[in-house]
């Protein structure tokens, strides 16, 4: 089945020791997406790789980085975790050719820094 | 901008009722998309059902369909014969079409459904 893969789903790191966390994704599409859902909230978009065109959303703070090598994969680095970022992240694709334009999430990473 | 706005933050139902969870949705465009995405405990979001602003009939899927009044901009869910497994946090969310736009989430609805 096509999906959406994150690894790991749980993820344990000191504060201030980089992380990375991975997606990648079997549907082919074009957008990825990697958000940030804090508990009992909606996620928040962090940005976004149209192909390999990066768009960071404006108040994603610059301790925030991403990488996409190819249309498979997409990566989100945090240079320096604080307490802050312990949240879940959440990795989505979408097509941009084809409406309706809806997304596709992964099984999310929860991030816990200690 | 785009706004959506969810007014109840937790609802529940007793299984096998029926529930209606409200959205509204604020954009001056006329073309757009509107979705509501499930995500259970487990945490993996995933879509329940979409709407076509330009469709005037109202999404179906299995026991889950929408009321979409675009002149009142208003799109709820109602989920009919209520099982344990819908229990779950409910996002109400809202595209405009053309090209990759971003989704634009509601706060949210938990809904709880009771034994």
């Known amino acids: 089945d096509a999906m959406v893969i994150q690894n790991p789903r749980y993820q344990v790191t000191q504060f201030g020791k980089p992380v990375t966390l991975s997606c990648s994704q079997t549907?082919?599409?074009?957008?990825m997406y990697w958000y940030q859902q804090k508990s009992s909230q909606a996620p928040k978009l962090l940005f976004h790789?149209?192909?390999?065109?990066?768009?960071n959303e404006a108040d994603t703070p610059d301790n925030f980085q991403s990488r996409r090598p190819n249309t498979s994969f997409c990566f989100l680095d945090i240079r320096s975790p604080g307490l802050g970022d312990a949240a879940m992240y959440l990795c989505?694709?979408?097509?941009?050719?084809?409406?309706?334009?809806?997304?596709?999430f992964g099984p999310g990473t929860r991030l816990t820094v200690t | 901008a785009q706004t959506v706005t969810q007014s109840q933050p937790e609802m529940s139902v007793q299984e096998a009722e029926t529930v209606t969870l409200s959205c509204t949705y604020d954009?001056?465009?006329?073309?757009?998309?509107l979705f509501w995405y499930k995500q259970p405990p487990s945490r993996q979001m995933i879509l329940v059902i979409r709407?076509?602003?330009?469709?005037?009939q109202n999404a179906t899927e299995n026991r889950f369909s929408v009321n979409f009044q675009k002149a009142a901009k208003s799109f709820s869910l109602k989920i009919s014969d209520s099982q344990l497994g819908d229990t779950a946090m409910y996002f109400c969310?809202?595209?405009?079409?053309?090209?990759?736009?971003?989704?634009?989430f509601g706060s949210g609805t938990q809904l709880t459904v009771l034994p």
């Open positions: 954009t001056s465009e006329s073309n757009y998309y």
């Open positions: 969310a809202f595209i405009l079409s053309g090209s990759a736009r971003q989704l634009t």
């Open positions: 549907l082919n599409h074009n957008v």
């Open positions: 709407q076509e602003a330009y469709k005037q």
């Open positions: 790789y149209y192909d390999k065109d990066f768009n």
């Open positions: 989505a694709t979408s097509s941009r050719q084809a409406a309706p334009y809806e997304q596709y």
